[in-house]
């Protein structure tokens, strides 16, 4: 199911209808990631290069130095992780495009779907983005010793908003989680390989809509493999 999703969504994606939410999708993921980038490495950075000891002072000479490359590199790795809570929070800008791109192309007989505000949207987007810098922050000191583990908790993490994001335009919550247990061993694959995404340059800014439209495929593969109409 994962494979033909992937196929599917990379055939759509250079066609007309979705060229509106790619372009849109371009966007406000650069701005997110430029958000979320610079506001994680200037904290990253102030509390680097203010780093004081007690009784002491601030550290001057070369140990600033230090710091202040220690700050740098730590900007780099901020602006870095920043991908993840960018692609999550800006998926709410544009989940009904895209849903309904794909759906149009690949599900022409479904009703329209309730959808919902972009507002609650944007909410839900931001609250997935707030998830994932909590998960990320206590974790970073082990990424370095166990490079595959932000994939690992990324994936996790993308995977579950971005199928959610899709399918709570057509079901209720406790429905949502049902399909999602009944797609995991996809869901969970594919969340990663967006994680991968979402660390290399300009795939980041395509990971959003790549995420939602391949989600839409694995939520109704789900949705079909349960006898739905």
């Not at 066609?15 to 939410?21: F, G, Q, V, W």
């Not at 602006?79 to 989940?95: K, L, N, S």
């Not at 009944?182 to 594919?190: I, K, L, S, T, Y």
């Not at 994680?195 to 949705?223: D, E, I, K, Q």
Request: charged share 10%; net charge positive.
């Amino acid at each position: 199911m994962l494979i033909p999703a992937i196929a599917k969504t990379l055939r759509q994606l250079p066609t007309t209808p979705m060229l509106r939410p790619l372009l849109l999708g371009l966007v406000v993921t650069a701005l997110c990631i430029v958000g979320f980038g610079v506001t994680v490495g200037a904290g990253v950075s102030w509390l680097v290069s203010g780093l004081s000891i007690p009784w002491v002072g601030e550290i001057g000479g070369a140990a600033d130095d230090a710091l202040g490359w220690l700050a740098g590199i730590g900007s780099v790795v901020a602006m870095a992780f920043a991908f993840t809570p960018a692609a999550a929070a800006a998926i709410g800008f544009f989940v009904d495009p895209v849903a309904d791109a794909v759906e149009a192309r690949y599900y022409p007989d479904l009703p329209p779907a309730k959808g919902r505000s972009l507002g609650t949207e944007v909410a839900m987007g931001l609250r997935y983005a707030g998830l994932a810098i909590l998960l990320n922050i206590p974790l970073l000191p082990f990424y370095f010793l166990f490079p595959p583990l932000p994939a690992a908790v990324n994936g996790w993490l993308l995977g579950r908003s971005f199928f959610d994001m899709t399918a709570l335009r057509r079901e209720t919550p406790a429905r949502t989680r049902a399909l999602r247990r009944a797609a995991w061993f996809q869901m969970v694959p594919g969340g990663i390989l967006l994680a991968v995404m979402t660390l290399v340059p300009f795939l980041n800014l395509l990971a959003p809509v790549f995420g939602l439209a391949m989600m839409t495929h694995l939520y109704h593969g789900a949705r079909m493999k349960r006898g739905d109409a």
